[in-house]
């Protein structure tokens, strides 16, 4: 690939900003597109707008040798990769929208010959329907190969782990799936400048569906890990010492329980699934069932100890997603905390999370809820609530806890 060609990037999150940064780290020039103009100006100043561990140094880095750059406007570019959010709706139908909004930012910028990339999550089809899109609006362009006036269209699906992006972003294997096989080839190219994983390519429709398909396993799995969590409660099991003697067997390996699932993959990606065949997804539906009823039965556990008080103080440790990040997006333990807020008639949240330095507005608003430290917290708390085992938590001396009434849904202080 000739690697001084323009890649624009459209959407600089969490996985625009990584790849378009470590594509420029290897060679290409690259123009990154956000609409928030917050996020334009961070990156153009060399900086990163959220958390993420070795990122901040490597955009600082590019922007620094002119590599990266920041705008709020589509350029001309050679190849487009587009990562924008594909959320769902509450009623668990997929959010398209701005994938397209980029194809049709996109479509007036082409000329022929330019390799358009969908890195989103999507549903089956979506890629092809971008395609379409585009070449709706530029009926002088083909999505044929090989004339001077084709566009190349693939599905490329991230799959990196927050918190080890930029560890993942290069070793990870990347599955390609090419709208036309040379649109994949194209891509492969591309991917080959920063990727030491293994390339593997596809149609786009099979690229799709992988990228659901290693979402839902997890789903599955850690479903399965938070239904034996809430039949061991009831039954008086230990629930982690369960799953550490079953998975002695050579093939058995349970994911862990917790307050629920968290974040815009897991708990997002399966209804994608559902919603392609909702007659057939019926394991894949009721894994989601299970991860989202969690909470409300961390929820009742904690009501039921509070009721003990007049005027309960509640330690809550941790309202991220998950451990060691400030990724506060479809948490369950932030959605515990604020039930809980509300449903207590009397008493006081203190709520620990090392990761931010405020408390995100709906929980700033509720009068009983206060942002403390780990040691204060703990000091003033009846009940110590943990719902993410981030670092600074696991070397807590556990003295501290003495005579405090526990519930522990990452098994931390078991
Ligand atoms: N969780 C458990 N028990 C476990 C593992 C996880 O309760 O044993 C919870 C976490 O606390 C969190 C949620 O599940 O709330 C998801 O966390 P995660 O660390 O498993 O995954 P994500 O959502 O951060 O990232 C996933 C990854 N997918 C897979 O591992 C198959 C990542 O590789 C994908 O790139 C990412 O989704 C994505 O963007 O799709």
Redesign the pocket.
């Known amino acids: 690939m000739e690697t001084d060609q323009i890649v624009c990037v459209v959407g600089l999150g969490?996985?625009g900003l990584p790849t378009a940064a470590i594509l420029a780290a290897n060679g290409s020039t690259v123009i990154g597109v956000d609409v928030n103009e917050r996020h334009v100006d961070e990156v153009n100043a060399g900086r990163v707008p959220f958390v993420e561990p070795d990122l901040e140094s490597v955009v600082a880095g590019v922007v620094a040798q002119g590599r990266l750059r920041a705008q709020a406007q589509v350029p001309e570019a050679a190849i487009f990769i587009v990562a924008v959010p594909t959320p769902v709706t509450t009623t668990h139908e997929v959010d398209d929208s701005f994938v397209l909004a980029a194809a049709d930012s996109i479509a007036p910028k082409l000329h022929g010959g330019e390799l358009i990339i969908l890195e989103s999550?999507s549903p089956p089809g979506l890629t092809e329907r971008m395609a379409e899109r585009i070449l709706a609006l530029r009926t002088d362009l083909t999505g044929g190969s090989g004339e001077s006036n084709s566009l190349y269209f693939a599905h490329c699906?991230?799959?990196?782990?927050?918190?080890r992006i930029m560890v993942?972003i290069v070793s990870?294997d990347r599955i390609i799936g090419g709208v036309t096989p040379d649109a994949a080839e194209r891509a492969r190219e591309l991917y080959a400048t920063f990727c030491r994983g293994e390339l593997l390519l596809t149609d786009a429709r099979t690229s799709e569906m992988a990228?659901l398909a290693?979402?839902s396993?997890?789903?599955l799995?850690?479903a399965f890990?938070?239904e034996l969590s809430v039949i061991s409660d009831r039954l008086g099991i230990d629930v982690w010492e369960l799953i550490e003697l079953a998975n002695h067997h050579p093939r058995v390996d349970i994911?862990?329980?917790?307050?629920?699932?968290?974040?815009?993959?897991?708990?997002v990606?399966p209804w994608f699934i559902v919603a392609a065949a909702p007659d057939d997804a019926r394991l894949v539906r009721l894994a989601r069932e299970v991860?989202d009823a969690k909470p409300a039965f961390v929820l009742e556990q904690v009501l039921a100890k509070a009721a003990r008080y007049r005027t309960p103080v509640i330690a809550a440790l941790g309202i991220a997603?998950?451990?060691d990040i400030d990724d506060l997006r479809e948490?369950?333990s932030k959605a515990i905390v604020e039930n809980l807020a509300i449903a207590l008639a009397h008493g006081t949240l203190l709520v620990v999370e090392p990761n931010v330095s405020d408390l995100p507005d709906e929980l700033a608003k509720l009068d009983n809820v206060e942002l403390v430290d780990v040691h204060a917290a703990i000091g003033r708390a009846d009940i110590v609530l943990v719902l993410?085992d981030h670092q600074p938590f696991k070397t807590l001396d556990r003295a501290l806890l003495k005579e405090k009434v526990l519930v522990d849904t990452k098994g931390l202080f078991r």
């Open positions: 969490y996985i999550t699906p991230e799959r990196v782990l927050p918190g993942e990870n990228k290693e979402n396993y997890r789903d799995n850690i890990a938070n994911l862990k329980p917790g307050p629920g699932v968290g974040g815009h993959c897991i708990a990606d991860n997603f998950k451990a948490s369950p993410v």
